[in-house]
């Protein structure tokens, strides 16, 4: 029987399906510095964020037939030393993308109406100083008739542009790739639109976007330093659920400082799981925990698709 470690969960739809496929699947989690010893008892493991299968992992492990990855990204994954040593490995990037747009549009409305600071202070301050807060949170602004710029436009790109395109914002794109600028959006009651943006440079997305939101993988420095924000409009907002790293964050915090950046939202941070204090209690960034594929709709999904893509692999194989 083929054993698998679902070292960071997997829905129970998705296990059901391993295990009526006639998988052993093991959902307890095994710490980082344990697994070089107990994952050779194990034929494939899946992981999330949270565990990393690098070089020495895989080394320490030759019964090691498959590494899955439960989400879009692989940055904790040697994907191309597996593959080198005849490893499947496998993401799930179609089944999280419309959570993640959703959280980013979260992001985006509480950062226009100050929800973040709002929301701290409050519970604290709101019985005595009502009036002060109300008039502190007053000029907020709309997103209607604002420049979203997307910078990468992939499933989770284009997702973020069917909802701005539907609240009514102008979206420009830019991607490495050439890429199809029309999109598809379902709307109530099944009514299905075909809309388009705007194709753009990097350097129009910095200049030119009222809003920014980054869904590119990360590659080895900040794509957004102090020089690329001192370039964008004044007031600009940004957002970043895809990768920590991609925004130099010590960059960020004196832009938002001095007025240059209105506000930030941040799923992600640069060294999780411990962000630094200046990003955590910083009053014009929204803050969550990396949660941008953390719905139930969107971890069955994962968990199905990648149940799928196990058993494929596995029935390939025998």
Same mark, same amino acid.
């Given at each position: 029987?083929?054993?698998?470690?679902?070292?960071?969960?997997?829905?129970?739809?998705?296990?059901?399906?391993?295990?009526?496929?006639?998988?052993?699947?093991?959902?307890?989690?095994?710490?980082?510095?344990?697994?070089?010893?107990?994952?050779?008892?194990?034929?494939?493991?899946?992981?999330?964020?949270?565990?990393?299968?690098?070089?020495?992992?895989?080394?320490?492990?030759?019964?090691?037939?498959?590494?899955?990855?439960?989400?879009?990204?692989?940055?904790?994954?040697?994907?191309?030393?597996?593959?080198?040593?005849?490893?499947?490995?496998?993401?799930?990037?179609?089944?999280?993308?419309?959570?993640?747009?959703?959280?980013?549009?979260?992001?985006?409305?509480?950062?226009?109406?100050?929800?973040?600071?709002?929301?701290? @202070?409050?519970?604290?301050?709101?019985?005595?100083?009502?009036?002060?807060?109300?008039?502190?949170?007053?000029?907020?602004?709309?997103?209607?008739?604002?420049?979203?710029?997307?910078?990468?436009?992939?499933?989770?790109?284009?997702?973020?542009?069917?909802?701005?395109?539907?609240?009514?914002?102008?979206?420009?794109?830019?991607?490495?790739?050439?890429?199809?600028?029309?999109?598809?959006?379902?709307?109530?009651?099944?009514?299905?639109?075909?809309?388009?943006?705007?194709?753009?440079?990097?350097?129009?997305?910095?200049?030119?976007?009222?809003?920014?939101?980054?869904?590119?993988?990360?590659?080895?420095?900040?794509?957004?330093?102090?020089?690329?924000?001192?370039?964008? @409009? @004044?007031?600009?907002?940004?957002?970043?659920?895809?990768?920590?790293?991609?925004?130099?964050?010590?960059?960020?915090?004196?832009?938002?400082?001095?007025?240059?950046?209105?506000?930030?939202?941040?799923?992600?941070?640069?060294?999780?799981?411990?962000?630094?204090?200046?990003?955590?209690?910083?009053?014009?960034?929204?803050?969550?925990?990396?949660?941008?594929?953390?719905?139930?709709?969107?971890?069955?999904?994962?968990?199905?698709?990648?149940?799928?893509?196990?058993?494929?692999?596995?029935?390939?194989?025998?």
């Amino acid at each position: 029987m083929i054993k698998i470690l679902a070292n960071d969960g997997i829905d129970p739809i998705g296990k059901k399906m391993l295990e009526d496929a006639g998988f052993f699947v093991d959902t307890n989690n095994i710490p980082q510095d344990e697994l070089p010893v107990k994952l050779q008892e194990y034929d494939a493991i899946t992981v999330r964020s949270a565990t990393k299968v690098r070089k020495a992992l895989i080394d320490a492990c030759p019964n090691l037939k498959l590494i899955g990855r439960g989400g879009v990204g692989v940055d904790n994954i040697d994907v191309d030393y597996a593959r080198e040593k005849g490893i499947g490995v496998y993401n799930t990037p179609a089944s999280s993308s419309l959570s993640v747009a959703e959280l980013v549009f979260a992001h985006l409305f509480t950062g226009i109406r100050f929800l973040q600071d709002s929301n701290r @202070k409050m519970p604290v301050e709101g019985a005595t100083r009502f009036n002060d807060l109300k008039k502190a949170y007053a000029k907020g602004v709309e997103l209607r008739g604002r420049t979203l710029g997307i910078v990468g436009f992939g499933r989770i790109g284009r997702e973020v542009a069917k909802i701005a395109i539907g609240i009514g914002m102008d979206v420009i794109a830019y991607d490495l790739y050439p890429f199809n600028p029309e999109v598809d959006i379902v709307l109530g009651g099944g009514i299905a639109v075909k809309a388009s943006v705007k194709t753009a440079t990097l350097e129009e997305i910095i200049t030119n976007s009222d809003f920014i939101s980054l869904h590119t993988p990360f590659v080895g420095k900040a794509l957004f330093g102090a020089e690329e924000l001192d370039k964008m @409009k @004044k007031g600009v907002g940004l957002v970043n659920c895809s990768r920590g790293g991609l925004i130099d964050e010590l960059a960020l915090i004196a832009a938002l400082d001095s007025g240059k950046v209105s506000f930030a939202a941040l799923d992600v941070f640069d060294n999780e799981p411990t962000p630094r204090e200046e990003i955590l209690k910083h009053p014009k960034i929204s803050l969550t925990p990396h949660i941008g594929a953390a719905t139930g709709e969107a971890q069955e999904r994962i968990g199905v698709e990648l149940a799928s893509l196990i058993i494929a692999h596995f029935n390939k194989v025998n």
